[in-house]
T-cell receptor
Framework: AQSVTQLGSHVSVSEGALVLLRCNYS??????LFWYVQYPNQGLQLLLKYTSAATLVKGINGFEAEFKKSETSFHLTKPSAHMSDAAEYFCAVSDSSGTYKYIFGTGTRLKVLA | DSGVTQTPKHLITATGQRVTLRCSPR?????VYWYQQSLDQGLQFLIQYYNGEERAKGNILERFSAQQFPDLHSELNLSSLELGDSALYFC????????????FGQGTRLTVV
């Protein structure tokens, strides 16, 4: 069965510092992987997705993620954190068994310090 | 704006009651997913419909049911509500079953008192 593990339920960075949010997946087939962001009292917004094209995926708001098959990882990065990046981030894998439902990680809450 | 519309945005009801949550998918999307987000369980898949037919079930309680209508909107019915059913319920839609992208609504926040 596919699964996603997000390391670190809370991450704090200073404004202007590198953001690194970790995601490892488990899948027996090439996965589709996603990062979503959820601002307080909001829905889920897609940041970026990996669908077996380029391994380095660029998303919105300056975020990017690199698919590393050897490490079964899909970590999310942003070179310079902004106060507006404070939110909860979810990594997800698309279930390849036929339903393509999303299996979400437990989320990482990013705090940006002034 | 994802194009997925969920109503109502907020719902407060008493234990034992029944509520209906509504989802209108993006225009042209045939697949609808329902998810529950709670503090203790995180984001959990409940059920999926594709073009009116139930496609997959996840961790959905027997007290919960859903359907997708011919116009492709979907409803999630929650009955005999308990305090633990308080959560944010999301609907997502996708155009097909390739799994390449799903669009999420803003959610319905259900509070059971």
């Amino acid at each position: 069965a596919q699964s996603v593990t997000q390391l670190g339920s809370h991450v704090s960075v200073s404004e202007g510092a590198l953001v690194l949010l970790r995601c490892n997946y488990s899948s027996s087939v090439p996965p589709y992987l996603f990062w979503y962001v959820q601002y307080p009292n909001q829905g889920l917004q897609l940041l970026l997705k990996y669908t077996s094209a380029a391994t380095l995926v660029k998303g919105i708001n300056g975020f990017e993620a690199e698919f590393k098959k050897s490490e079964t990882s899909f970590h999310l990065t942003k070179p310079s954190a902004h106060m507006s990046d404070a939110a909860e981030y979810f990594c997800a894998v698309s279930d390849s068994s036929g339903t393509y439902k999303y299996i979400f990680g437990t989320g990482t809450r990013l705090k940006v310090l002034a | 704006d994802s194009g997925v519309t969920q109503t109502p945005k907020h719902l407060i009801t008493a234990t034992g009651q029944r509520v209906t949550l509504r989802c209108s998918p993006r225009s042209g999307d045939l697949s609808v997913y329902w998810y529950q987000q709670s503090l203790d369980q995180g984001l959990q898949f409940l059920i999926q419909y594709y073009n009116g037919e139930e496609r997959a079930k996840g961790n959905i309680l027997e007290r919960f049911s859903a359907q997708q209508f011919p116009d492709l909107h979907s409803e999630l019915n929650l009955s005999s509500l308990e305090l633990g059913d308080s959560a944010l319920y999301f609907c997502a839609s996708s155009v097909d079953l390739t799994g390449t992208e799903a669009f999420f609504g803003q959610g319905t926040r259900l509070t059971v008192v």
